[in-house]
């Protein structure tokens, strides 16, 4: 089967930056305003002058819950604030999800992507 040709969407490039463990996001160079989730236009002024960047992958707990499905060990999802300015939902992992809190510092870290599952990013507690 041949490969497709072509443009390569933001999302394929958010993706190839996760399998190189790197936490892309996008600024539009028009008026400085950071872009996440990836996007082929800005949003609010749809300018498609969007530049890629690579976190330092430090953030802060915006807003976190606990996840209790049957059957299943209880797990975090959370809202993180990186410090370039996006947010993004994610899981905070190696810590008890009943221990995750709002304003705790915590630091990217990427999940290997299988055949089924592209790579994608969880945080760990950044101290401790």
């Known amino acids: 089967m041949a490969e497709a040709t072509g443009p390569i969407s933001p999302l394929a490039i958010y993706r190839q930056h996760c399998e190189r463990g790197e936490l892309a996001y996008q600024v ?5 305003s950071v872009v996440f989730y990836p996007r082929l236009t800005a ?7 969007l530049e890629w960047r690579v976190s330092k992958g430090l953030g802060t707990v915006y807003a976190t819950t606990t996840l209790f ?12 604030e ?5 947010k993004m939902m994610s899981r905070v992992e190696s810590i008890d999800p009943m221990d995750v809190k709002i304003g705790m510092r915590v630091k990217v870290r990427m999940i290997p992507g299988t055949d089924k599952q592209p790579s994608y990013p969880v945080f760990d507690p950044a101290e401790g």
């Not at 949003?43 to 002058?49: F, L, M, R, V, Y």
């Open 43 to 49: 949003p609010g002024t749809a300018s498609p002058n």
């Open 82 to 86: 990186l410090d370039e300015g996006f």
């Open 28 to 32: 539009c160079t028009d008026d400085g």
């Open 69 to 80: 499905p049957r059957d299943k060990d209880p797990y975090d999802v959370s809202m993180v």
